[in-house]
């Protein structure tokens, strides 16, 4: 049974061909192999040859799927019943293991082999190399349509290849179940495969995209050209700079053909990427088409990448070489260089004349490497355009020679930000800062008084910047030269990967902030805020009330007026034991105790604050008051918003912060503070009354039709304004004062005047028309006067209720309004309800429409 399985892959995993050579003896060659694969001998294999079948593809794929053909050929031959089931059925096996079995076969070759050779099957190695090497061509094949079909036809050129999409999917996705004796017709197949256009030359042009794939100046390339031939198609102008040339292109919908890619756009790519390597190989390239190109890639190594790709592919097919590689390898370095220096010699030249011209021994006039960068800089600004590849080679050797070395991008990068305006100040300060021991007191100063991140990580920042620039900001002797010092910092200098202009970004950031701590000797808002949490914790309280408005709900009773101060000497000033009780307390609102919060959350406590007062502690027990004093803040809101008696207007609360800075080492951390308690006690409340609510909503029907800012309205106009229900009013005294000056100020303003005659044309005139209406008179004298007595003209108020509302005064409809709260508080029968609703609506339709007749 072992051998059957093992015979029966041999047979299904091998593909006996015709022999290459014209003659008799390869032609018997090949029919024996596939007899003796049919386990049959060889007997017959002469007589197919003279009478004519011996094209042993043919008899595989053609003649053993048409039974007259095959038996023609059996009699013909004179081969026996038996021989000639055995050689059908194995050319009907020939070749139909899937693509699953031939990777297993793949995987497991030499088992496969030596098991066949112990059971005498004539399975040869070379037969089975053929059939893999079948498998890696379209597995190649396959990969490559699948890499243009989803990477180039998709990356900004629309194409439409609706066909050759749907078949390589079709394989992609049933690759295993393909079978192998299928696979070579699939794609080259004269008739049925998909590269059956030979003009097309696609199975090339695959190859020679999958090689280009990562390539980003192909990709541009083939992006431009793509974009160009879509819209010369479109009657577009390709090169157009209108505002409106990408609203344009994005309309249009036109889609390159496949035969508009294969003989169109490949071609015109192909021509344009030979023209780039031949341009690179001899230097002619121009310095606006290398910036086009090259400059648009990120480091030298890429610029090398590049180039390897472009010799091997650029003569139009794969593996090519060039003998001018290594060549034009130091050529583009050399534009990458110069590309760099094209911003940075103004720098390193402004470096040198002003920000470290104090780190010389003399002045820039007799400096050679000065001189020549500052003329390479004057003439780069002149020419840069008109320059080529191998005249910028020309013109940056002097300068080459005399640095010794060139100077990476990065080098150059951090030499840029160094010379900037925004780094004047802090270079400055730093060149001053040569002494080791002031500097660490300067950073500890700072780290003790500025806690911010942004502050605490540009100390980080400078204290490397400082060390890697210590040999060149601060030498043993004044540099003789420009040359000296770029020596000392490529040398001395370590970039860190780039992550030392990193560190020169963040302190030039956060310089300015961090200049006024060492400057002014002030502590930052951090370490303010620190300190406020200390106050707070020991003075603060923290006020809530009812409020239509969220944000008034919580304020904060900072008395600043008990604050501990420091004096001269830096001892506890005293606060004052008792402060004005007659001056009103001053409040901050919930807007700087959230801003506090978020200053607080972003300090980073210095060490000695922690030290002296354990502020982590502190802070932490701030925070945790807060938060739940917010909390308690919108169950106040939501109370009043749903109308619970106790908290409407007029409802007040103040709870003080408290921590026991003296005990904090002994206090119960689980103990329950009052800002709890309360916080529980709210929730509770809220349940309650939402349960009252529902109940009562359910209980009597009418309620439904009034919110609860109605019923309290209600309420209020029935019991007044003093009712037990109601909490505590704030005192009005100071707003009845006010009222009685209006009241008095309105008796005057009632005694004008209501209008004002004419004295031309006796018209009469309302009194607030400075001039006459018939005749544009001036208003008289007297009535000027008598308006200014009355302190001006009565201005129009809005309607409003009278003002016995407001005090609950009784008044005409009240019984109504009683009657009907009487009604909503009963339990009635609400069918019963609408049932005579509806019969007094039909009763008045019918009138109505009687009246009408």
């Known amino acids: 049974h072992v051998h059957a399985v093992l015979s029966n892959a041999a047979v299904s995993a091998a593909l006996p061909r015709q022999g290459h050579e014209e003659n008799d003896e390869a032609k018997l060659k090949a029919l024996e192999e596939t007899w003796k694969l049919a386990g049959l001998g060889v007997e017959d294999c002469k007589t197919q040859i003279e009478l004519g079948y011996d094209d042993v593809e043919y008899m595989i794929y053609q003649m053993s799927q048409r039974d007259p053909d095959w038996q023609e050929m059996v009699e013909a031959c004179n081969i026996s019943k038996s021989s000639s089931d055995k050689l059908l059925a194995a050319c009907r096996k020939f070749g139909t293991a899937t693509m699953e079995t031939m990777n297993v076969i793949k995987k497991n070759k030499e088992q496969f082999l030596n098991l066949l050779g112990k059971i005498g099957c004539p399975f040869s190695r070379e037969m089975l190399d053929e059939q893999l090497k079948d498998m890696l061509s379209f597995d190649t094949l396959l990969k490559q349509t699948n890499t243009?079909?989803?990477?180039?036809?998709?990356?900004?050129?629309?194409?439409?290849?609706?066909?050759?999409?749907?078949?390589?999917?079709?394989?992609?996705?049933?690759?295993?179940?393909?079978?192998?004796?299928?696979?070579?017709?699939?794609?080259?197949?004269?008739?049925?495969?998909?590269?059956?256009?030979?003009?097309?030359?696609?199975?090339?042009?695959?190859?020679?995209?999958?090689?280009?794939?990562?390539?980003?100046?192909?990709?541009?390339?083939?992006?431009?050209?793509?974009?160009?031939?879509?819209?010369?198609?479109?009657?577009?102008?390709?090169?157009?700079?209108s505002k409106f040339a990408a609203l344009d292109e994005d309309k249009d919908d036109t889609k390159l053909t496949r035969k508009q890619v294969f003989m169109q756009l490949l071609p015109s790519v192909e021509r344009e990427w030979k023209l780039l390597k031949d341009s690179v190989g001899d230097g002619s390239i121009t310095v606006p088409r290398l910036e086009e190109t090259f400059a648009t890639l990120s480091s030298d190594e890429e610029y090398v990448r590049e180039l390897l790709l472009l010799t091997s592919t650029g003569d139009g097919e794969v593996g090519g070489e060039a003998k001018w590689t290594q060549d034009a390898?130091?050529?583009?370095?050399?534009?990458?260089?110069?590309?760099?220096?094209?911003?940075?010699?103004?720098?390193?030249?402004?470096?040198?004349?002003?920000?470290?011209?104090?780190?010389?021994?003399?002045?820039?006039?007799?400096?050679?490497?000065?001189?020549?960068?500052?003329?390479?800089?004057?003439?780069?600004?002149?020419?840069?355009?008109?320059?080529?590849l191998l005249s910028l080679t020309e013109l940056v050797a002097p300068v080459k020679k005399n640095l010794g070395a060139q100077l990476t991008s990065v080098q150059l990068r951090f030499l840029t930000v160094l010379a900037d305006k925004n780094s004047e100040q802090m270079v400055e300060w730093l060149l001053k800062q040569k002494s080791q021991a002031q500097f660490n007191q300067m950073k500890q100063f700072v780290n003790d008084s500025g806690g911010e991140a942004n502050i605490v990580n540009a100390v980080a920042s400078l204290v490397t910047l400082r060390t890697q620039l210590l040999r060149l900001i601060y030498p043993v002797k004044p540099y003789a030269s420009l040359k000296d010092?770029?020596?000392?910092?490529?040398?001395?200098?370590?970039?860190?990967?780039?992550?030392?202009?990193?560190?020169?970004?963040?302190?030039?950031?956060?310089f300015a902030a961090l200049y006024r701590i060492i400057k002014g000797g002030k502590e930052s808002a951090g370490i303010k805020a620190c300190k406020d949490i200390i106050h707070f914790l020991s003075y603060g309280v923290l006020s809530f009330k009812s409020s239509d408005d969220p944000n008034d709900v919580l304020v904060l009773e900072p008395h600043w007026e008990k604050k501990v101060t420091k004096t001269a000497d830096g001892k506890d000033a005293k606060a004052p034991a008792q402060p004005d009780s007659s001056a009103p307390v001053k409040t901050e609102n919930l807007e700087f105790l959230l801003d506090l919060r978020s200053k607080i959350v972003m300090t980073e406590i210095p060490a000695k604050m922690e030290r002296e007062y354990k502020m982590s502690k502190l802070v932490a027990k701030f925070l945790d008051q807060l938060q739940v004093a917010l909390d308690i803040k919108d169950l106040i809101f939501q109370l009043?918003?749903?109308?619970?008696?106790?908290?409407?207007?007029?409802?007040?609360?103040?709870?003080?912060?408290?921590y026991d800075a003296e005990a904090k080492e002994q206090q119960d951390e689980t103990k329950e503070t009052e800002f709890q308690r309360e916080y529980v006690h709210l929730q509770n409340e809220l349940s309650s009354w939402n349960a009252i609510i529902k109940r009562a909503r359910t209980q009597f029907y009418y309620l439904n039709f009034f919110t609860m800012r109605e019923i309290?309205?209600?309420?209020?106009?029935?019991?007044?304004?003093?009712?037990?229900?109601?909490?505590?009013?704030?005192?009005?005294?100071?707003?009845?004062?006010?009222?009685?000056?209006?009241?008095?100020?309105?008796?005057?303003?009632?005694?004008?005047?209501?209008?004002?005659?004419?004295?031309?044309?006796?018209?009469?005139?309302?009194?607030?028309?400075p001039k006459c209406l018939m005749c544009g008179l001036p208003r008289p004298e007297a009535i000027d006067k008598l308006i200014e007595a009355a302190g001006g003209l009565k201005k129009r108020r809005r309607s409003r209720s009278p003002s016995y509302r407001e005090k609950g005064v009784e008044y005409d409809s009240g019984k109504d309004l009683a009657a009907m709260l009487t009604l909503a508080n009963s339990s009635v029968d609400v069918r019963r309800v609408q049932k005579s609703f509806s019969e007094h609506s039909k009763k008045l339709k019918e009138g109505i429409e009687a009246l009408e007749k």
């Open 148 to 241: 243009f079909l989803n990477f180039y036809c998709d990356c900004g050129v629309p194409i439409t290849v609706t066909k050759m999409q749907k078949a390589v999917k079709t394989w992609t996705e049933g690759y295993n179940k393909l079978i192998l004796r299928n696979i070579k017709g699939l794609f080259k197949d004269e008739k049925k495969g998909l590269f059956q256009e030979k003009k097309y030359n696609e199975e090339f042009y695959m190859a020679w995209l999958y090689e280009l794939q990562t390539s980003r100046l192909f990709l541009n390339q083939w992006r431009t050209s793509g974009r160009g031939l879509v819209a010369k198609l479109s009657g577009r102008d390709a090169k157009s700079r």
């Open 640 to 658: 009043y918003q749903k109308g619970h008696f106790a908290f409407q207007t007029g409802y007040k609360k103040r709870i003080a912060f408290t």
């Open 712 to 769: 309290l309205k209600i309420v209020d106009l029935l019991l007044g304004d003093s009712a037990k229900w109601r909490p505590k009013q704030e005192d009005t005294k100071g707003n009845d004062e006010e009222a009685k000056k209006e009241e008095a100020k309105d008796e005057k303003q009632d005694m004008l005047p209501k209008v004002w005659k004419c004295p031309q044309d006796t018209f009469d005139n309302k009194l607030e028309h």
């Open 329 to 388: 390898i130091t050529k583009l370095k050399d534009f990458s260089m110069l590309l760099h220096m094209k911003n940075s010699i103004p720098a390193i030249l402004k470096l040198r004349t002003t920000m470290l011209a104090s780190l010389f021994a003399s002045a820039e006039k007799g400096d050679q490497l000065y001189t020549q960068l500052k003329n390479l800089d004057e003439q780069l600004k002149r020419e840069w355009s008109k320059k080529t």
């Open 485 to 510: 010092m770029i020596h000392v910092f490529r040398t001395e200098v370590d970039m860190q990967r780039g992550e030392l202009t990193s560190h020169l970004e963040s302190v030039t950031q956060s």
